[in-house]
């Protein structure tokens, strides 16, 4: 199984950033996937979640309206869109899936996510 983030970076306030997921290993299409980020003395927070068949995404309140979750299940890849980004968006970004069956709709729990990446560094400069 692999769960590869990419994508982070350093960008200024305002600026954009697309974070990628790659996974292999696993039905993909059988599993919500979800981004979660976890800033420096923080604890991890989810980010937005995405059911297996791409209904009703989910955001978390500080994010929507900037970010979009998509996913393309022939490719088994999922993407986070960021824009009119913030310096309180610095964070290790997570990508992380967990089985539809365990889960409804677009619900990705933390913890209970099933496979997690390593994380892609996202820095915001004001």
């Known amino acids: 199984v692999q769960v590869a983030e990419s994508g982070g970076g350093l960008v200024q306030a305002g600026e954009s950033l697309r974070l990628s997921c790659a996974t292999s290993?696993?039905?993909?299409?059988?599993?919500?996937a979800g981004w979660f980020r976890q800033a420096p003395g923080k604890e991890r927070e989810g980010v937005s979640c995405i059911s297996a068949s791409g209904d009703s995404p989910y955001y978390a309140e500080s994010v929507k309206g900037r970010f979009t979750i998509s996913r393309d299940n022939a490719l088994k890849t999922v993407t986070l869109q960021m824009n009119n980004l913030k310096p309180e968006d610095t964070a290790v970004y997570y990508c992380?899936?967990?089985?539809?069956?365990?889960?409804?709709?677009?619900?990705?729990?933390?913890?209970?996510?099933?496979?997690w990446g390593k994380g892609t560094p996202v820095t915001v400069s004001s």
């Open positions: 992380a899936v967990v089985h539809q069956e365990k889960v409804g709709g677009s619900t990705c729990p933390h913890p209970g996510m099933d496979y």
């Open positions: 290993g696993f039905g993909f299409g059988y599993y919500a």
